[in-house]
């Protein structure tokens, strides 16, 4: 089939959340001619909000495509939530385990039958200062090197506004009223790649051509100029560990031990934000 039906679940799902997402928000979409009217493709989306999801499903949903979300396996267990990702058709991401590639297959089959598989290449929230798009993962070239599916881009802002990512203090800011600006571009052209194994530096080129064209679409969005180059957590991970540990040897060297511990202490948090998601990070890269 070329589409996948808006069925009974799918449209639950939108019986629930369209009503509150009307009145709290207004929106500002553009680009849906960019989404194809029928065969099987993939969206590259930025993610900056935990509401996020919400805005672009709600943008993709008035399209008539309704999207698969890669989604992380321990969402769909239990609950209300839970039933609502298996009665949509969301796809499990099992990380770490010997299913991880049971996703990139579901992704492939799916596009196979004309569906439409949403990807977040940044693996998680962006943690990007100036909340640019991270660099991504490669899990969304790999199937669309398999594939040869079109790839769009898709740049969000507006939620992140009123849900800011890794906020601990007034977490939701629902007024004022805040827009939700969902973009989508033209497919981005991977046809250089097409016949190339799978390499490592084929899934990266891929993968830094996809991120590029979602950035390109954010910016028009936020009418700024972005980044040269995307953000790399693992390398800002890195650098403060680093730090840390020269500030603990210089607290050391000089006898003491008080400034030792508190260089090491002011920079623990950032270091050790999430320590599963960053072990996870250093694996293949490959998320969501």
Known sequence: MSRRRIGFWYRTAAV????????LFK????????????????????????????SYAHYQYNTGRVPRFLAKAGLFKSGFVGMMMRGTGQIPVYRETTDAATAFRAA??????????????????????????????TGAARVALLTKAPVIPVAQWGANEAMPP?????????????????????????SEFYGQEPTAEVLRAITEKIMAAITDELAGIRGERAPAEPFDYRKEIARERRAAREAARAAAASGTGDAAREPAEATAPAASAQPARNNRQTQEDEGK
């Open 27 to 54: 929106r500002d979409w553009r680009g849906m001619e960019h989404i194809p009217a029928d065969g099987g493709f993939i969206t590259a989306v930025n993610h900056n909000s935990y509401l996020d999801p919400l």
């Open 166 to 190: 890794y906020a601990k203090e007034h977490k939701l800011q629902l007024f004022p009223r805040k827009t939700l600006r969902v973009q989508a571009g033209p497919p981005v052209d991977l």
């Open 108 to 137: 492939v089959n799916a596009i196979e039958k004309g569906e439409c598989v949403a990807f977040y290449p940044e693996g998680t929230l962006t943690r990007d200062p100036k909340m640019w798009p991270m660099q991504g993962k």
């Open 16 to 23: 629930i959340c369209k009503p509150p997402l009307l009145v």
